[in-house]
Each structure stands twice: as structure tokens, then as C-alpha cells.
């Protein structure tokens, strides 16, 4: 476990260095929180749940950091290619804002590295559930950043709105490439946003958080490192 807490701060460190110089501003501030009361009936799909219809723009969970809505739609779009659409990255965004009650429940790591070694080291995504699939997606993005594999640019927005963008078009390919055994790509690039905004608020809740809603992700990553391998 000690491994995936290295490997992501290293990642994190890396990723910062090549933002420097490169955001100017932090793009537009964070849209407001539509209230939350009455929102049930979501149905799970593995351990993340299925999308349900997005209202209003998007800020921060209670407790984790803003996110850029409109840059990180933005971004997502624009590194999927021709593999997602704004509205696809748009409903993930509703999606993780009306589910808040989710971003502070345990992440199973063991699921998670066993989703990402069937999805990228054995090439079968399509014997996962689209919320797997997604969360696959999320460690590889990770991942990319330990090896210096991330982009040299990711466009506008904070540090974790680039990250929820780059895991909702990593699994929006995925999908695209391999398919599912079951759900939709919609539930895929969900599970790939719950997944990073999980990391995002738990560090910041959890032992050794920093500021609520703060911006720095030295602590998500600390975090993170506990199931990268």
C-alpha cells in the first residue's frame, strides 16, 4: 500500500510542475450547489451508481474542493476526441454534485486495482460493469501522472477540475474501445468522476487533511497512493 501512496504523491508532483505557467487564471469560479433534499432511488451498479438526470451547474461536495464546471467539460471533451460529447461529461458532473452522500463512502482499493489490471493489463474492460470500467479508468490516470506519462497541458480550470476531466475522457475511451459487460458509457465516465471526487474530499476529511474545500491535492494524492500499485 505504502507503493500507491508513493507513486501517486510522485505523480501529483509531476503534474503540477508541468500546470506551472501554463493556467494564467483559474477560470470562472465554481457554480452553485443545487440543495440536495429528496434526491433517493439511486440504483448501485458494483460500487458506483448509476447516472441519474442532471439539474443545475456544479460547485464543490460539502467538504471537497471546487470544481471548474465549465472547464472541466471542457477538457474532458476536448482530450476524449471523438469518444465523448459535452453533455456526456455535463451529466457526470450532475451526477456526482446530486450524489454528495457518496463521496465520503470507503473506496475498495482491492476492487479497484483488480478492475484496472483487467481493464489495461489484460485488455478485457468488457468483461467489467460500466461503473468499474470507469473507476479502472480513474487509477489509470493516476498512474499516467506517476510515470510522467500526463499531458503537457490540460487546458483551464484548477488542479482537480483537470484531474475529473482527464478521468471522464479516459473512461469515456475506454468504454468506446472495449465496452462493458454491462450499463452505459454514461455510467462509465460517472464512475471515473465519483471515483477522483472521492479521493478529492476524503483527503480533506480524512486523517492528516488539509483545509476543507483548499486546493491542494498533496493530501489527494496521499491518499490515492494507497491502492496504486
Do not use: R
Amino acid at each position: 500500500m505504502d507503493n500507491f501512496i508513493n507513486l501517486a504523491k510522485q505523480g501529483y508532483e509531476a503534474y503540477s510542475e508541468s500546470q506551472k505557467g501554463q493556467q494564467g487564471g483559474q477560470g470562472q469560479p465554481p457554480q452553485g450547489i443545487p440543495p440536495q433534499g429528496g434526491y433517493g432511488g439511486n440504483p448501485a451498479q458494483g460500487e458506483y451508481g448509476h447516472n441519474q438526470p442532471n439539474s443545475g451547474g456544479y460547485g464543490g461536495s460539502q467538504y471537497g474542493p471546487p470544481i471548474d464546471h465549465q472547464a472541466a467539460i471542457q477538457n474532458a471533451t476536448q482530450h476524449a476526441g471523438g469518444a465523448g460529447d459535452s453533455s456526456l461529461f455535463n451529466t457526470a458532473l450532475g451526477f456526482i454534485n446530486q450524489n454528495q452522500s457518496q463521496h465520503t463512502e470507503p473506496i475498495n482499493e482491492q476492487h479497484v486495482q483488480n478492475a484496472h489490471a483487467e481493464a489495461y493489463d489484460k485488455g478485457k474492460a468488457s468483461s467489467l460493469d460500466a461503473g468499474s470500467l470507469g473507476a479502472a479508468a480513474a487509477m489509470q490516470v493516476l498512474k499516467k501522472f506517476t510515470s510522467g506519462e500526463g499531458p503537457a497541458s490540460s487546458g483551464g480550470g484548477n488542479s482537480q477540475s483537470q484531474l475529473i476531466a482527464l478521468a471522464m475522457s479516459e473512461a469515456s475511451k475506454l468504454f468506446e474501445s472495449q465496452g462493458s459487460k454491462n450499463g452505459q458509457k454514461q455510467d462509465a465516465v460517472n464512475g471515473a468522476a465519483m471515483t477522483i471526487m472521492k479521493l478529492l474530499v476524503q483527503s480533506k476529511t480524512g486523517p492528516g487533511a488539509t483545509n476543507a474545500g483548499g486546493n491542494d491535492l498533496g493530501s489527494l494524492m496521499s491518499l490515492a497512493s494507497s491502492f496504486l500499485k
